[in-house]
Nanobody, 119 residues
Framework: QVQLVESGGGLVQAGESLTLSCAAS????????MGWYRQAPMKQRELVAN???????NVVDSAKGRFTISGDNAKSTVYLQMNNLKPEDTGVYYC?????????????WGQGTQVTVSS
């Protein structure tokens, strides 16, 4: 099993910054994607930023230039630096990890951390 523990959410004003962390532990193997999704009230969960095969960083268009994803392989941790936050960034942010083993795709989610941006 894989456990994902998130931290770093909170309440900020528009224009401020937050950094989210997600630490993975457990039986970690053949990770092919790891990153962050968010779910705003009454909306579907959407990808915000992640690393995919080969360490390619992907960031959703609405966050480009404001959000940066980074990682620390030694700590099995990914970070999401969020600058110039906007009210529309409000939501629950979930860490996501996908791994492959024996040709099967496994997906894990963290418990979520709330980010609220006031105008």
């Amino acid at each position: 099993q894989v456990q994902l523990v998130e931290s770093g959410g909170g309440l900020v004003q528009a224009g401020e910054s937050l950094t989210l962390s997600c630490a993975a532990s457990g039986n970690i193997f053949n990770i092919w994607a790891m990153g962050w999704y968010r779910q705003a009230p009454m909306k579907q969960r959407e990808l915000v930023a992640n690393f995919t095969g080969g360490g390619v960083a992907n960031v959703v268009d609405s966050a480009k230039g404001r959000f940066t994803i980074s990682g620390d392989n030694a700590k099995s941790t990914v970070y999401l630096q969020m600058n110039n936050l906007k009210p529309e960034d409000t939501g629950v942010y979930y860490c996501n990890l996908r791994a492959m083993k024996d040709w099967k795709d496994y997906e894990y989610w963290g418990q979520g951390t709330q980010v609220t941006v006031s105008s």
